[in-house]
């Protein structure tokens, strides 16, 4: 005869209810979770401010002949496709931020990863919280229009930074402040020929990200100078790598296999990670790098040592110090009237070139 | 004396019991409460994520569209991972092609193919969706690359593309009108017509689906089909709205994706869930994105954050809590054991 008793924990329907109001209970942490990151990130945008507007007092209270707190605070959404994730980001991030303090800017920061479609969306926001201004850069160069026509019908002034936009683009921005992308690849060509110095030379090229605008500028700066100026350099192969070591060490390798070492004199880089990269494949195969013609560009953490070191003749400095601090300068100008519509403004960081002779000044000590 | 034995429980009678069951039978009630909370605390941090509602709106569109696409497959038990690649190549296709009457429907009829490509592989070949579409992915996204020479590639009409960002009316932009159509249409195939019903019997359990007479590799098609179709849409619509096409588009659509579907409720091993679901769990992560957003928390705190929401919403799941309550079973020491001891 078959037992009446149901199973110890009770019937299946009161088991069933048992675990769906496990599931709720453990559901609370969740629904807890967001709440608690929701209330904590209102608090922590009025933390910034007050942090903001603490430390212009605790400026104009101690030295209150020279400076004196901001007359005037603006909200500015800086739409940045990096930020605190990369060293270039993060060391331009804390620039911006302290300077924009000074001037009475307060920085709402995001990061689109490089996402054109996460961009444009960020910026709708943007334009929805009608902050005084926008700082853009871009995570696709040619891939802002409708974020700039938006800003624009809203009346909402538009600084950019790092890459600029196109000059179908540029009339609906009030300026640009950064790096000549295509000057730097210039430079690193005028390196590459000053290093050769008319000895005929075959070379491979590691480009930056497919797709990516710095890339592209940097790559025909580079092509056009060496191909204009310096007929005895010859590009035999290029790649694309993603702006890491490892990717370049990758197709680095890949195409001095294609092309045969004995072939090669000489390798130029987009970005200095990525002649890291290029200078280890060359020592796997127990080459010595400093007999090779070498230049890239960004004069980094990883790149001024290679140049100190004999392993690269040459490299571009590009400082995100002097980019965090002008784009709020510049801003400032924008929101006070100083820079009006119509007036727009090119502000091109030095592209400075460092070789083994000034690669110890402090003027271009690595910032990233 | 008659004893009777039940199996399983009485039929449930009256309104209120009725509801409770219709209830307990949802998959959605996670992402339904995740949202109200998220609403209610919003109500008083961030009141702004309302009063720009089209804004909000345009960002769970966004969000939403190719994770409704992506549910008709999670549904039986599938995975398609190159919905973001499928994104991309279709945006370029748009874009290199000069008029939009024929760039539109070539980038539709790729996604389709796209879908049967890896449905074939799938279903006839018999490979895992996880590889196939995984290599799917790779091909595409190289494909992308190909086609736009490597640059992003401006639409030949730009006027056409800025006039598809603007509202129709009201709020409603074209993006947003697109997604409610698609929502409406996927959800009816899978509640209304038998072939879309037949997805949760493929997904819960597929030998007895075939047994039964369901034609399995037929509805793992139109699946894909499906999911294809979404993403190459959602590549249209990314591209006009751009104006330009990006060979690098939709990078961060895959993850957002399955982020919407699973917190909405569905289940990654087929059988359970629904479209609705993958709506509310597309309205959470939206919402909470511009909400963060707006308060300026930082990007890896807001990815934080949502990487634990997710995980708590595939730790609540009814199977994972069965799965976890066993394996606690087991390491503890048995009780009858240890009294007779």
């Not at chain 1, 070139?353 to 271009?364: I, M, W, Y």
């Not at chain 2, 034995?5 to 009485?10: F, V």
């Not at chain 2, 069951?21 to 309302?50: C, D, M, Y």
């Amino acid at each position: 005869m078959p037992s009446l008793t149901p199973p110890s924990g009770g019937t299946q329907r009161e088991r069933k209810r048992g675990k769906m109001r496990k599931s709720r209970l453990i559901l609370a942490p969740a629904a807890m979770l967001a709440a608690s990151a929701l209330i904590l990130s209102g608090c922590a945008a009025e933390e910034t401010t007050e942090t903001t507007e603490s430390a212009e007092t605790e400026s104009s209270s101690d030295d209150t002949t020279t400076e004196e707190a901001p007359a005037e605070t603006f909200e500015v959404y800086a739409l940045f496709p990096q930020g605190n994730d990369q060293a270039y980001g993060s060391t331009l991030i804390e620039p911006l931020q302290a300077n924009g303090a000074e001037l009475g800017i307060n920085f709402t920061l995001s990061n689109s990863g490089y996402d054109a479609t996460k961009q444009l969306a960020e910026c709708e926001i943007a334009v929805a919280a009608q902050p005084d201004g926008i700082m853009l850069w871009p995570a696709v160069g040619s891939a802002v229009r409708p974020c700039l026509v938006a800003a624009d019908n809203a009346g909402i002034p538009v600084w950019v930074i790092n890459t600029d936009v196109g000059p179908a683009d540029a009339p609906l921005t009030y300026g640009y402040s950064g790096p000549d992308t295509y000057g730097q690849g210039v430079a690193s060509a005028e390196l590459m020929c000053e290093a050769v110095d008319g000895e005929e030379v075959g070379i491979i090229q590691v480009n930056g990200a497919a797709g990516n605008g710095t890339a592209i500028d940097r790559d025909n700066g580079f092509t056009d100078h060496v191909e204009a100026n310096c007929p005895n350099v010859t590009i035999l192969a290029e790649q694309n790598a993603d702006w890491t070591p490892a990717g370049a060490k990758q197709v680095a390798a890949d195409m001095i296999s294609a092309e045969g070492i004995e072939n090669i004199g000489g390798i130029y880089a987009a970005d200095d990670s990525m002649v890291d990269g290029a200078v280890q494949a060359l020592e796997d195969l127990g080459e010595d790098a400093s007999d090779y013609f070498i230049t890239g560009i960004g004069n980094t953490k990883l790149g001024n040592p290679l140049v100190k070191e004999g392993k690269m003749y040459g490299t571009v400095f590009q400082s995100s110090v002097w980019e965090g601090e002008n784009a709020p300068e510049y801003m400032h100008r924008v929101l006070t009237g100083e820079i009006a519509k119509g007036d727009r403004v090119t502000a091109y960081m030095p592209s400075v070139k460092v070789t083994a002779e000034n690669a110890d000044d402090p003027e271009v000590a690595p910032e990233w | 004396m008659t004893e009777t034995i039940q199996l399983g429980g009485a039929k449930e009678t009256g309104f209120f019991p009725r509801l409770r069951t219709i209830i307990g039978r949802r998959t959605e009630g996670r992402g339904v409460i995740l949202l109200l909370v998220i609403l209610a605390v919003l109500a008083f941090t961030q009141p702004l994520v309302f009063t720009a509602l089209p804004v909000t709106i345009g960002r769970i569109a966004l969000i939403g569209i190719v994770a409704l696409g992506l549910t008709a497959v999670i549904l039986m038990g599938e995975l398609d991972l190159s919905v973001a690649s499928t994104l991309a190549a279709s945006g370029v296709v748009v874009a290199i092609i000069p008029d939009l009457r024929i760039a539109i429907p070539a980038a539709l009829l790729m996604g389709i193919v796209v879908g049967i490509i890896n449905a074939f592989f799938i279903a006839i070949v018999g490979i895992a969706s996880f590889i196939a579409s995984l290599g799917m992915l790779f091909a595409l996204s190289g494909l992308a690359f190909v086609l736009s020479n490597e640059v992003p590639v401006s639409i030949a009409n730009q006027d056409a593309g800025l006039a598809f960002g603007q509202p129709l009316f009201g709020p409603v932009t074209p993006r947003i009108l697109l997604f409610f159509l698609v929502f409406i249409a996927i959800q009816l195939f899978v509640t209304k017509v038998k072939a879309g019903r037949e997805f949760f019997a493929v997904g819960g359990n597929r030998q007895a689906a075939y047994d039964s007479g369901i034609p399995v590799k037929r509805r793992i098609f139109t699946g894909f089909i499906i999911s294809g179709f979404v993403s190459a849409l959602a590549g249209v619509i990314y591209t006009l709205e751009l104006t330009v096409a990006t060979p690098t588009a939709g990078s961060t659509v895959l993850l957002a994706s399955f982020a919407a579907a699973i917190i909405g409720g569905n289940y990654l091993k087929g059988g359970r869930g629904s479209i609705i679901g993958t709506l509310i769990g597309a309205s959470s992560l939206g919402v909470l994105q511009v909400a963060l957003f707006l308060s300026g928390v930082q990007v890896p705190v807001q990815n934080t954050l949502i990487g634990a929401i997710l995980l708590i919403a595939v730790i609540t799941d009814p199977s994972s809590l069965r799965a976890i309550s066993a394996r606690v079973r087991a390491t503890l020491p048995d009780r009858t054991k240890v009294e007779a001891q």
